[in-house]
């Protein structure tokens, strides 16, 4: 991958789905409406933030002029939509496709953490049976995918910029670092040497930063994988994932295993390599 310069390279951050597993009274809520059966966190390397930032205002600007659009209420400045940032789950499927195909082009590599939450919960409920004090929270979730996000050795930059989507009014600075130390460590213990990345964790908001607009895009693909089984948008992007990592798949035997290109490739999509049902 091309860096923007010596040493560095720039990550951007966002999660699709929710770490929520119950409602106010304490029941199950996974897969009702609102709430995901699965949470997911991905990142996103990209060789040229300010190419992609550049080429995406342009896209947007293009589209925004286009007589056909006009009348279409996400592309109006009041709703905050397409409009101000390129969303996947609001942009219409012809807008989508042009996002798609300019990324397609850009240098970019995605990361992901997959939690399927009906193993979660299952976890949480037998932590309760063993321990009546236990309490799930969804900030341990996650961090935890942070951690797993961000514990292998993905680059041997001296220097990565972390640029994560700020969510609601919760400032995660602070847990994201402790977050990402973590991460180092678990590096450290596997690999024998301490990372040399120094990492600048930075909050920002899609409007502000076109490399989350990209990485959401990214994360619509696989999360339209996992919650409905459509192949074909993570299919179209599988030449720049690099890697999906699912907690809950077992594979060999063995829980946590991985979603690679090469076998989808082999075996004509994402889908065919074999998914639990939902």
């Given at each position: 991958?091309?860096?923007?310069?010596?040493?560095?390279?720039?990550?951007?951050?966002?999660?699709?789905?929710?770490?929520?597993?119950?409602?106010?009274?304490?029941?199950?809520?996974?897969?009702?409406?609102?709430?995901?059966?699965?949470?997911?966190?991905?990142?996103?390397?990209?060789?040229?933030?300010?190419?992609?930032?550049?080429?995406?205002?342009?896209?947007?600007?293009?589209?925004?002029?286009?007589?056909?659009?006009?009348?279409?209420?996400?592309?109006?400045?009041?709703?905050?939509?397409?409009?101000?940032?390129?969303?996947?789950?609001?942009?219409?499927?012809?807008?989508?496709?042009?996002?798609f195909k300019l990324l397609l082009k850009k240098d970019l590599r995605f990361y992901a953490v997959v939690r399927d939450?009906?193993?979660?919960?299952?976890?949480?409920?037998?932590?309760?049976?063993?321990?009546?004090?236990?309490?799930?929270?969804?900030?341990?979730?996650?961090?935890?995918?942070?951690?797993?996000?961000?514990?292998?050795?993905?680059?041997?930059?001296?220097?990565?910029?972390?640029?994560?989507?700020?969510?609601?009014?919760?400032?995660?600075?602070?847990?994201?670092?402790?977050?990402?130390?973590?991460?180092?460590?678990?590096?450290?213990?596997?690999?024998?040497?301490?990372?040399?990345?120094?990492?600048?964790?930075?909050?920002?908001?899609?409007?502000?930063?076109?490399?989350?607009?990209?990485?959401?895009?990214?994360?619509?693909?696989?999360?339209?994988?996992?919650?409905?089984?459509?192949?074909?948008?993570?299919?179209?992007?599988?030449?720049?994932?690099?890697?999906?990592?699912?907690?809950?798949?077992?594979?060999?035997?063995?829980?946590?295993g991985f979603l690679h290109k090469k076998k989808a490739a082999q075996s004509g999509g994402f889908r065919e390599i074999?998914?639990?049902?939902?």
């Amino acid at each position: 991958m091309t860096k923007t310069a010596k040493n560095t390279i720039n990550y951007f951050v966002d999660e699709a789905g929710d770490p929520t597993l119950f409602n106010r009274k304490g029941h199950l809520i996974i897969g009702d409406n609102g709430c995901s059966n699965y949470f997911i966190l991905g990142k996103m390397a990209i060789g040229e933030p300010a190419q992609v930032e550049r080429a995406l205002e342009a896209l947007r600007a293009e589209l925004l002029a286009d007589p056909y659009f006009k009348d279409v209420p996400s592309m109006q400045p009041k709703y905050r939509k397409t409009a101000i940032a390129f969303y996947a789950k609001d942009d219409l499927p012809e807008i989508r496709r042009e996002v798609f195909k300019l990324l397609l082009k850009k240098d970019l590599r995605f990361y992901a953490v997959v939690r399927d939450k009906r193993d979660l919960a299952t976890y949480v409920q037998q932590q309760n049976e063993r321990d009546t004090r236990y309490r799930y929270r969804q900030d341990e979730q996650y961090d935890l995918l942070v951690k797993e996000l961000f514990r292998k050795l993905h680059h041997m930059a001296d220097n990565v910029h972390i640029y994560f989507a700020k969510r609601g009014n919760k400032p995660r600075n602070a847990a994201l670092r402790r977050a990402l130390k973590e991460a180092a460590k678990a590096f450290e213990r596997s690999f024998g040497f301490a990372h040399p990345a120094k990492n600048n964790v930075v909050s920002s908001t899609p409007p502000k930063c076109a490399g989350l607009q990209a990485v959401d895009y990214y994360l619509w693909a696989l999360q339209r994988f996992y919650e409905r089984r459509e192949e074909r948008f993570l299919d179209l992007i599988g030449s720049q994932v690099s890697e999906i990592h699912d907690l809950d798949r077992v594979e060999d035997g063995k829980r946590g295993g991985f979603l690679h290109k090469k076998k989808a490739a082999q075996s004509g999509g994402f889908r065919e390599i074999g998914m639990p049902e939902i």
